[in-house]
């Protein structure tokens, strides 16, 4: 089955990257934090090479340690899965499991102005990016890109509703200064 979903309801989950064995699964490189993203999850679209949408239903996934495997209804051989490799892969938006109080999809942050508790203007929240102790904002200010750890000691406030981002100036966190 091939449609256009409406793109502001899509949020991608992560990207195709191999077939897994000879029954069809898929390893993907996932930009979920957990493979429990995927629970509850009944459909999938998958976003191939020239822009095409195609959704198919998610038997299941499991964590591997290259990513996250999936198995999709329709693909039972390695050969039905190969035009698969590379295509983005992702979810409507209602899928998603609800978040507790204070924690936030990467893809609501994107997109966010960034301000000092001063308000005095840095930028906008460009991508963010996992380190393995925090994930990181990358902020684009004029011309250059700023990273600022979020966590509760840098970020105040996010407020989605007024789109931005509040972050306190720590010690050792200059946020006047600019990365090349």
């Known amino acids: 089955m091939s449609r256009d979903p409406d793109p502001e309801r899509l949020v991608t989950l992560g990207k195709v990257v191999r077939v897994h064995g000879l029954d069809g699964t898929l390893r993907i490189k996932s930009f979920a934090r957990s493979v429990e993203t995927f629970a509850g999850v009944s459909e999938v679209w998958l976003k191939v090479a020239g822009g095409e949408v195609t959704t198919r239903p998610l038997e299941r996934a499991r964590p ?7 198995k999709l209804g329709g693909i039972d051989r390695c050969e039905d899965a190969e035009p698969f490799v590379g295509a983005e892969i992702g979810v409507v938006r209602s899928a998603l499991p609800e978040l507790e109080e204070g924690e936030y999809y990467w893809v609501d942050l994107i997109g966010l102005e960034v301000i000092k508790e001063d308000g005095s203007r840095l930028g906008r929240v460009k991508a963010l990016f996992e380190t393995g102790a925090n994930d990181v ?17 840098a970020v105040s406030e ?4 007024k789109g931005r981002l509040v972050v306190r100036d720590l010690a050792g966190l200059d946020l006047d200064q600019r990365s090349e």
């Not at 591997?64 to 999936?70: A, E, F, W």
């Not at 996010?158 to 509703?161: F, G, N």
């Open 64 to 70: 591997h340690p290259k990513g996250v495997l999936i």
């Open 137 to 153: 904002l990358v902020v684009q200010t004029d011309g250059e890109e700023l990273f600022i750890p979020a966590v509760d000691e």
């Open 158 to 161: 996010v407020d989605l509703a």
